[in-house]
């Protein structure tokens, strides 16, 4: 039995709620952790309100950032041992996989192992606006050094995001 926010239909933050479920064991590729921090993002205010790319099943969980320790690994899981400090690369469903929970499974490629100068707040809070932000600037654009890119809206998490990869690459 675990914690979690859920909501149960569309609406403002009024519609959420802490309760109390089963959690099921992790499954063969996954990781369960213990969550000690989640990131925020706006894909969670847009799924609760019934306006993001993916649709809610009720009850439904949210979130797509986390941060905490290995709780437990299901069969086939390597590279990753219970008590490792881990963060979650954003999966590609928070309703399948939603973060915001005591306790929270993933698909073992969306965790990765952080450094223990990071913390568990940081290392929750920076996968999104800077996948965001580098998929568009250099997998979909190609950015390259010698580049010239205007970003707008930037000072959002990703106009910030986008502004150091821009830098970064030249």
Known sequence: ???A?????HGGPEVLRIET???APPAKGEV???VRALGL???EALLRRGTYIE???FPSGLGLEAA???AAIGEDVAGIMPGDAVSIVPPLSMVRWPAYAEIATFPAEFVV???PELGFETAAAVWMQYLTAYGALVDIAGLGRGDVVAITAASSSVGLAAIQIANRMG
């Open 1 to 3: 039995m675990a914690r």
């Open 5 to 9: 926010v859920r909501f149960h239909q």
């Open 21 to 23: 479920i089963d959690v």
């Open 32 to 34: 369960q952790i213990r």
């Open 41 to 43: 993002n706006r894909a």
């Open 55 to 57: 649709t809610a099943k």
């Open 68 to 70: 905490g320790l290995v």
């Open 113 to 115: 192992k952080h450094p």
